[in-house]
T-cell receptor, first 115, second 108 residues
């Protein structure tokens, strides 16, 4: 069964450094998402992306965050200058084009640790 | 955001059916009911979704009340692998908002 893959599984970065989290969505999917989950807390929506532009973003997704689909397969989340509070699991998701209520398929996440 | 209410936790014995309830009294006519689960150290996993009629798939069944203000996720025969947090979500405008979900414990 096709799946969403995320790399790396664990990223350790110094505070203030830039970090890029990578995702390969399911190949025929055209809607892409990023979520984060701080340890012990709820999964929080960050951003949705379709047709090479952001469809919706949450309050968390401020100017320090950006997303990109640099080629036909990858979908990336960049944090420009990381803060301690950015430490969390980051999940990528994708869904098929057809039908607004198609389910989202999630990767297993990247654990981001900011030192 | 459309709100759902679920018990914080539930327990079930292995190989027995599990009924996970969800209340969504403010559901609107176009909201789909989605269920996801999150196993330890994994990303959320889609389980099932429906609009008005009951739904079955290989993972579970979804029973939706006639007034759509509540629904029940049914795992027909729980295994230890079903221990997870189960999220009941109203999908409105392609937006998934996760609550705290129900933590399901399976007793061997």
């Amino acid at each position: 069964e096709p799946e969403v893959t995320q790399t790396p599984s664990h990223q350790v970065t110094q505070m203030g450094q830039e970090v890029i989290l990578r995702c390969v969505p399911i190949s025929n999917h055209l809607y892409f998402y990023w979520y984060r989950q701080i340890l012990g807390q709820k999964v929080e929506f960050l951003v949705s992306f379709y047709n090479n532009e952001i469809s919706e973003k949450s309050e968390i997704f401020d100017d320090q965050f950006s997303v990109e689909r640099p080629d036909g397969s990858n979908f990336t989340l960049k944090i420009r200058s990381t803060k301690l509070e950015d430490s969390a699991m980051y999940f990528c998701a994708s869904r098929a084009l057809v039908g607004l209520n198609q389910p989202q398929h999630f990767g297993d996440g990247t654990r981001l640790s900011i030192l | 955001d459309a709100k759902t209410t679920q018990p914080n936790s539930m327990e079930s014995n292995e190989e027995e059916p599990v009924h996970l309830p969800c209340n969504h009294s403010t559901i609107s006519g176009t909201d789909y009911i989605h269920w996801y689960r999150q196993l330890p150290s994994q990303g959320p996993e889609y389980v099932i979704h429906g609009l008005t009629s009951n739904v079955n798939n290989r993972m579970a069944s979804l029973a939706i009340a006639e007034d759509r203000k509540s629904s029940t996720l049914i795992l027909h025969r729980a295994t230890l692998r079903d221990a997870a947090v189960y999220y009941c979500i109203l999908n409105r405008d392609d937006k998934i908002i996760f609550g705290k979900g129900t933590r399901l414990h399976i007793l061997p």
